[in-house]
């Protein structure tokens, strides 16, 4: 006999994605010679965050470390989109240390592979701005795509439209 012990039933998983470090980008040194005067490095430039459903909000903290002889000093983070924001991030990082930019987005209205970017501007002489990227792949519950307005291209009111479309759609005999 084959049965079903509801009583052993475990609680669901959620899983979240490992950051991956980004590969180097080409003409940029990710890591810079100690000098003098404030110098910047990121730890890495994109965070690859993976699959994630419309409306989750995607949080990444981005480390920083001044490995220059001066206080660096963050001077904005600006992100690109009006869905992203960056605050509360260390303003200023003394010489050897480390802060955070923690770079957040809305993935509501969002669709399929998602790059946003977060643009730095500091006092860093030699690279005075660098950008930071969230990218990954928006999914969607339900998506609707209209075919055809046929049957209401002939109706200037929307009520009479919505009612013809009801009326040619749904089985004869049922309401709404």
Known sequence: AVGCDKSKETAPVTITPAPIVSPPIPGVDP?????PGPRWVAEQVVFEFGEVWAGE????????????????????????????????YAKEIAP??????????????????????????????????????????????????????????SESDPKAAMEKILAETLPRGIGY
């Open 31 to 35: 890591v810079m010679p100690k000098g």
């Open 57 to 88: 909000m995607i949080n990444y903290p981005f480390r920083i470390t001044n490995e220059g002889s001066e206080l660096l000093k963050i001077l904005e983070a600006k992100p690109k989109c009006a869905c992203s924001v960056a605050e509360g």
């Open 96 to 153: 050897g240390g480390s802060g955070f930019i923690p770079f957040k987005m809305n993935t509501s209205g969002k669709k399929g592979a998602v790059d946003e970017s977060l643009s730095i501007k500091t006092n860093d002489s030699v690279r005075p701005e660098m950008t930071l990227r969230l990218r990954g792949v928006v999914k969607q519950l339900v998506e609707v795509d209209v075919l055809t307005d046929s049957m209401a291209a």
